[in-house]
């Protein structure tokens, strides 16, 4: 989730440097819905979407922004457990849409 942040505010705001306020509780929205399994495609399991609310982020050390950051992810929740090292758990996610508001 962190990597997908970073990714997208040094690309959008071409930023050398981010420092991320607070993110309060009531900042954060989980989502979560099984996936009918298709003939196709039995890769992916769920969708899982994440939206962080952070009440001031700092870009390149100046420009403060309040935020609003939405990410859907299609999710292996079988591998989900598996650690990196056993080499299985390289299509447990997969970032499918991301929505960036910044707010008032």
């Not at 982020?57 to 079988?78: G, M, P, Q, R, S």
Request: aromatic share 10%; with cysteine; hydrophobic share 30%.
């Amino acid at each position: 989730m962190r990597h997908s942040l970073v990714d997208y505010y040094h690309n959008k705001y071409h930023a050398d440097s981010i420092s991320w306020g607070e993110l309060k509780p009531e900042g954060i929205h989980v989502w979560i819905k099984q996936l009918k399994p298709t003939e196709n495609d039995r890769t992916y399991t769920h969708l899982i979407k994440i939206s962080l609310q952070y009440d001031k982020l700092v870009i390149n050390e100046k420009k403060e922004i309040i935020t609003k950051d939405t990410f859907t992810y299609a999710v292996n929740a079988d591998l989900l457990s598996l650690c990196p090292e056993s080499g299985k758990s390289e299509k447990e996610l997969k970032l499918i849409d991301s929505y960036h508001k910044v707010r008032p």
